[in-house]
């Protein structure tokens, strides 16, 4: 009777089919889908222990096995991209990001709580203690990808030739080629990345019943992260940056103190109670090992990368240096090898193996993928966190809340690439960091990202709620509340991949501000109303409504380009002309573009300046979803209960209503950019404008009106929007339970 012994365990087996994308600019073929498949297998022992009166100790030990991977289920062929002469794409072949991509994790927790109560103080002493194990398969472009793009060509009797996207997939002469091989010294054709992690926490508590109306409870935890595997040193990096690839974050201390009240008493009379509740403390999660992963899949000592542009006419050439059909970088045989792809010739197989029909002149002298490192003093992330809050109890049942939480960021990560210089800064502030649209300014070429994952304390988020419900047995229950909110940070860390965490949006991308977070929800609405019947005894009919309304998500602006050097095309926030001259429009259509400006409101008001990150959003949301559940008793003490649940019931009424409208990757284009005016532009005409010493720095820039081309028109005809996810469609779930 003093202990209890619990064993149970929990199997889910889960499969997603994605990979296929299909828009109105945008078409894939069936083969780039993918099953993503998932497997949890989790075991738990927790033995509970009472020792006298007043001391009771409970002890849990947890394995858990995650298998996650994306199966593929075309046979190995490259990702090839075809821009076609209208601006769509069409897309074939297996996604650059799934030709090898897969994570195996297992995970042993043990958790030990004491308790001893003594007079108005319950004492709790425990510790927390997990163990990862990592084995984290992830090499993109792992068959190669190709890009073909239509152009041109001089031909030997002085005419100008052009050449289809289809035409340049024949030839074998891509516009991008990226690939990314094993090193000799990796010793196997996929490395994956395999290391554990510890997680050490203790804590003490102490609940104290000052008075019979208020309780504090104050606490002190202390975590320590611990990574016991080095990662592999790639010499290389560390003559060309300085930093070893071995430095990992290990042995932190986390120091979390908490302080938290609960005050009761009924001012307006006993059966109304009021109750005053608040905290104030410092928080830290879980390691974001995830982010940890990258130092060890990424040491530029186990896979070697190439990711190429080229411009046919100039690079495809014969031997007399003249643009020829028949130099090619795309294998005929591409389908017969798929891992076989081209490779430099400097690269030691080619050294071994020359003239061997991989190997390339085309390609320059290999550079290894994004090289991840660690700051020297790194911290895991920690919020401080206050809350206050009112709940005061009314006649009939009803209840009111008004509840404030502010948060602040101690440390946070952000992501620098220190294989980039600025080199300067362009007429509007932004830093350049290399010639945009061309290669950056890199300070070693044997690399192509070195990325380290650094801190930052910049961030806040608050929110402001109140609410009514009334909540009884029987009857009509209900709940209706409003959430203000507001939250800024640095980075937002939507990517597991270091490098596309920092070519996240931001004006100065090494150097990103503070900015309104993606996952900011300015305003929400939240309602329920229940209505529950008993009646003859064995039977119970409840019907239920859950209503939300909530702002869009955030997104941001952006050129349709390169903007700042750093040789990424869509990272760039926009500059937003105050006036005609502010730009050199090269589509001459100012009339449409400024109409379009004053049409966004978050364009108008940027005007003069570089937009700030999310500062527009996609269309308020609006969701009702239906429940109703029937209860029937069987034999004493044991029911079964039937239901229907209707997510999404606006849908079901209408096609047009419940949609959940959003923006492609969290940003919209809205005009081109072709490049800054140079000193030795000046005198050029430009669509009847002369170019002055003046215009020297501007942005050149192109306004497509056309909605149906890349960029958009008319801001109020959510043109830009998608509303295709699974989350704009009614869905019906039936259920049974049998409760014994």
Known sequence: QNHRLTLRNNYVSARDDQGIGRGENSFSFEQRGYVFRSTQ????????????????????LVYTRIRDERDVQAAAFQETTLQLDSGNDVVAGIDRFSQANRLDQDLFEFTNDFTYTRVDHTFT???????????????????????????????????????????????????????????????????????????????????????????????????????????????????????????????????????????????????????????????????????????????????NRIDANFTPSEDFVGDEGNYSSDARLFPEGAADAPTQQPLPAEAPFCQENPGDSRCSELLAPQQTTAVNFVSDDFKYPQTFRTNLAVDQELPGGFTTTLEAIYSTTINNVTFRNINIEKTQESRYGRPLYGEPGGDPNRVSDRFTNAIVLDNTNDGYQYSITGQ??????????????????????????TSSRAVSNWNDISKDVNNPRLGTAANELRHRILGTLNYRLAYADRFQSTIGLVYEGRSGSPFDWIYNGDANGDGEQFNDLLYVPETQRDVVLESSNWEQMNAFIEGVEALDEARGSVIRRNTDRAPWQNRLDLRFAQTIETLKGQNIQFTVDITNFLNMLNEDWGLQRTTQFGNVDAWNLNGYVQPEDVGASVNGRVLTEDDVGKPRVTFNEDPTGDIVEDRLSNEFFDAGSVFSRWRVRLGVKYTF
């Open 468 to 493: 009514i419900q009334r909540q009884v047995r029987e009857g009509l229950t209900g709940s209706l509340s409003y959430t203000y909110n507001r939250a800024e940070n640095v980075n937002n860390g």
């Open 125 to 303: 002493v425990g510790t927390n203690n997990k163990y990862y194990q990592f084995e984290n398969l992830f090499i993109q472009d792992f068959f190669g990808s190709y890009t073909f793009e239509p152009f041109e060509y001089e031909n030997a009797s002085g005419e100008t030739v052009e050449v289809s996207a289809i035409e340049a997939l024949n030839r074998g002469q891509p516009t991008e080629y990226q690939y990314s091989y094993a090193t000799q010294a990796a010793g196997t054709n996929q490395p994956a990345a395999e290391f554990s992690a510890f997680q050490l926490g203790g804590y003490v508590q102490d609940e104290w019943q000052v008075l019979p109306e208020l309780r504090l409870t104050l606490g002190l935890r202390l975590d320590v992260p611990v990574l016991p595997d080095e990662p592999t040193f790639n010499p290389t990096a560390f003559e060309a940056f300085g930093r070893s690839t071995t430095d990992i974050a290990s042995g932190n201390l986390l120091w979390a103190p908490r302080l938290g009240f609960n005050y009761d008493r009924g001012f307006f009379g006993d059966d109304l109670s009021t109750q005053i509740r608040g905290g104030v403390g410092i928080f830290s999660g879980d390691p974001p090992f995830v982010w940890i992963s990258n130092q060890y899949s990424n040491t530029g000592a186990d896979v």
């Open 41 to 60: 297998n989790s075991a738990t022992a927790q033995l509970n222990s009472t020792i006298g009166d007043n001391m009771f100790n409970e002890a849990r």
